[in-house]
Structure formats: structure tokens, C-alpha cells
């Protein structure tokens, strides 16, 4: 367990596996690996002491702290996979609720003249709800014909539907966003999972009341959303969020929808600098 401090709140406690990469020199038969878990030992001590703000920052310094060690090497990479438990409460009962996600870090660290050079990223995965689009029109012609045939004004059919949207099938959908930077930026964790949920068609929850559940439903078949969709939200608002980062930070996106009634699932993904998600958010390139 990774424990990291935060000012004026509860320490973060984070489930975490470690893997460590050190580049070997054709001149060596192996790497002195005492040094790497006294390297760990060393970092995740000092973010008990409250040294250690995010993890990305613990990954940065393992980084560093393995290439003083291992004079011999040019690289290192440091890998973190993480679950950390993230309170929420219903949209309705306001009934507080906990859920598992999981988080990913890592940090590469390479020898210069001078100081290294270090990029690292932080990321996570969240699960959220999608409904499909087009199932949801098939529906609402079928509809349409149907009070077209009771005689029902077009003003009415089209308020109704305005009020109660279509049934369709839903997918649980998995969100993935990883945003890698220099060492001197920042990316906060919460803000990250914070895309992720707002762009499925609906979050959701661990524990429902009726009168949640029924707001959840509601909720994700008056937003539904294609795969691909989820991925445009997510750039759409990494663009606003974290537009003023370096141009030469990388953002990795992916959605992946397990489907209902089909028996394949849905994937899509992105992968792009700042600059380039600003260009073609802006419409600078086609």
C-alpha cells in the first residue's frame, strides 16, 4: 500500500504494484536489484512523511533515485498500477456510496550531461453507463407510427419525447484517460476521473434507491452516446481542462463498451499531443 499526504484531508491510500525497469549495459551480467527495493523503500517513506504529494510525483522519483543508484544505467522506467477507493454519493438520495478505480502512473527517467530527463504520466479507468443512439431512433420511429395511428397531435409526440426518451440497449462502458507531461507539470487525479464520468452517458453507482435508479436510467437515454462519442467528450474536455499544459503533452484516451445484445464489444481510442487536440478542436486541421 502506498500511503500520499494531502494538505488539510485524509491521507490517500493507494493499493499498488510496482514494476521497475533498469537499461543494462552489455558489460554487465545483471543488475544489483537490492539497490531497486531500497530505492522504494527510501521514496515511499518519504510519502509517509508527507514528502510525496501525487503519485506521479513517487514515480518521478524513483525514476531519479534508480539512475543515481545504478550508475551504469542510461534509463530507467518506473510502472505503478493502483486501485483507490473514491467516495460518491446518488444523484436523488444523496445516499454516500464507495467505488474501486483504478489508477495507473509511471515516470521514464533518462541520463544527460546534466540533469536527467523525466517524463511522467498519471491515469485512470472508470466504469460508467452508455446507451446506444441508434437502437433509440429505431424505437422512436417505431413509436412515432404507432401515435401517428392514434390520431396524436405531432406538437404532443414530439413533447413526449422530449420528456421520455426512447428505450434502447445499454452497455457497461470502461473509460480510459492518461495524460503524460515534463516533470515540472501537474495533473490532479480527481480532475481526470472527473472526465471520465462525465463522459459516458451516465455515471454509476454502487448502491441505487428507487428513486436513483430510476434518475440513472433516465439520465443515460436522454445523453446516449456511441463509443466513439465518449472518446470526443473525453478530448472535448481534457481540451478545456488541460489546455494550458506543454503543447508536447501526450493524451492517451480509450473507451471500451461491453455490448448487450451484440456479441462482439466496441472499442475506440486516441492518442495526441495538447498542440494537436487544440488544433483540431479549434478547426485548424481537418
Given at each position: 500500500m502506498v500511503e500520499v499526504s494531502r494538505p488539510g484531508k485524509r491521507p490517500v491510500i493507494?493499493?499498488?504494484?510496482?514494476?521497475?525497469?533498469?537499461?543494462?549495459?552489455?558489460?554487465?551480467?545483471?543488475?544489483?536489484?537490492?539497490?531497486?527495493f531500497e530505492v522504494i523503500d527510501e521514496v515511499l517513506q518519504q510519502a509517509i512523511e508527507g514528502e510525496v504529494k501525487e503519485i506521479e510525483e513517487l514515480c518521478s522519483m524513483v525514476a531519479?533515485?534508480?539512475?543515481?543508484?545504478h550508475e551504469y544505467a542510461d534509463r530507467t522506467e518506473v510502472l505503478m498500477r493502483s486501485e483507490f477507493m473514491v467516495a460518491g454519493e446518488t444523484p436523488v438520495t444523496r445516499t454516500v456510496c464507495q467505488e474501486v478505480v483504478k489508477v495507473f502512473a509511471s515516470a521514464i527517467a533518462k541520463r544527460t550531461?546534466?540533469?536527467?530527463?523525466?517524463?511522467?504520466?498519471?491515469?485512470?479507468e472508470v466504469t460508467g453507463m452508455t446507451a446506444c443512439p441508434c437502437a433509440q431512433n429505431i424505437m422512436q420511429e417505431r413509436a412515432r407510427e404507432v401515435m401517428e395511428g392514434l390520431n396524436i397531435e405531432t406538437a404532443i409526440i414530439e413533447k413526449f419525447f422530449q420528456e421520455v426518451p426512447m428505450a434502447t440497449h445499454n452497455q457497461?462502458?470502461?473509460g480510459f484517460l492518461s495524460i503524460e507531461t515534463d516533470d515540472e507539470s501537474h495533473v490532479p487525479l480527481d480532475k481526470i476521473i472527473k472526465i471520465l464520468k462525465q463522459s459516458m452517458s451516465t455515471p454509476i453507482f454502487e448502491l441505487?434507491?428507487?428513486g436513483d435508479e430510476g434518475h440513472v436510467v433516465l439520465a443515460a437515454h436522454k445523453n446516449p452516446r456511441f463509443v466513439e462519442d465518449c472518446v470526443r467528450e473525453m478530448a472535448r474536455r481534457v481540451h478545456a481542462e488541460f489546455?494550458?499544459?506543454?503543447?508536447?503533452?501526450?493524451?492517451?484516451?480509450?473507451?471500451?463498451?461491453?455490448?448487450?445484445?451484440h456479441q462482439h464489444d466496441?472499442?475506440?481510442e486516441r492518442q495526441a499531443t495538447i498542440a494537436e487536440l487544440s488544433d483540431e478542436i479549434n478547426g485548424e486541421t481537418p
Amino acid at each position: 500500500m502506498v500511503e500520499v499526504s494531502r494538505p488539510g484531508k485524509r491521507p490517500v491510500i493507494f493499493i499498488s504494484n510496482f514494476d521497475i525497469f533498469v537499461d543494462l549495459p552489455g558489460s554487465l551480467k545483471g543488475a544489483n536489484l537490492s539497490r531497486n527495493f531500497e530505492v522504494i523503500d527510501e521514496v515511499l517513506q518519504q510519502a509517509i512523511e508527507g514528502e510525496v504529494k501525487e503519485i506521479e510525483e513517487l514515480c518521478s522519483m524513483v525514476a531519479r533515485k534508480l539512475l543515481d543508484k545504478h550508475e551504469y544505467a542510461d534509463r530507467t522506467e518506473v510502472l505503478m498500477r493502483s486501485e483507490f477507493m473514491v467516495a460518491g454519493e446518488t444523484p436523488v438520495t444523496r445516499t454516500v456510496c464507495q467505488e474501486v478505480v483504478k489508477v495507473f502512473a509511471s515516470a521514464i527517467a533518462k541520463r544527460t550531461f546534466k540533469d536527467p530527463i523525466v517524463r511522467k504520466s498519471i491515469g485512470a479507468e472508470v466504469t460508467g453507463m452508455t446507451a446506444c443512439p441508434c437502437a433509440q431512433n429505431i424505437m422512436q420511429e417505431r413509436a412515432r407510427e404507432v401515435m401517428e395511428g392514434l390520431n396524436i397531435e405531432t406538437a404532443i409526440i414530439e413533447k413526449f419525447f422530449q420528456e421520455v426518451p426512447m428505450a434502447t440497449h445499454n452497455q457497461r462502458g470502461r473509460g480510459f484517460l492518461s495524460i503524460e507531461t515534463d516533470d515540472e507539470s501537474h495533473v490532479p487525479l480527481d480532475k481526470i476521473i472527473k472526465i471520465l464520468k462525465q463522459s459516458m452517458s451516465t455515471p454509476i453507482f454502487e448502491l441505487l434507491k428507487r428513486g436513483d435508479e430510476g434518475h440513472v436510467v433516465l439520465a443515460a437515454h436522454k445523453n446516449p452516446r456511441f463509443v466513439e462519442d465518449c472518446v470526443r467528450e473525453m478530448a472535448r474536455r481534457v481540451h478545456a481542462e488541460f489546455g494550458d499544459l506543454p503543447g508536447d503533452s501526450v493524451v492517451t484516451i480509450a473507451q471500451d463498451n461491453e455490448e448487450s445484445i451484440h456479441q462482439h464489444d466496441a472499442f475506440a481510442e486516441r492518442q495526441a499531443t495538447i498542440a494537436e487536440l487544440s488544433d483540431e478542436i479549434n478547426g485548424e486541421t481537418p
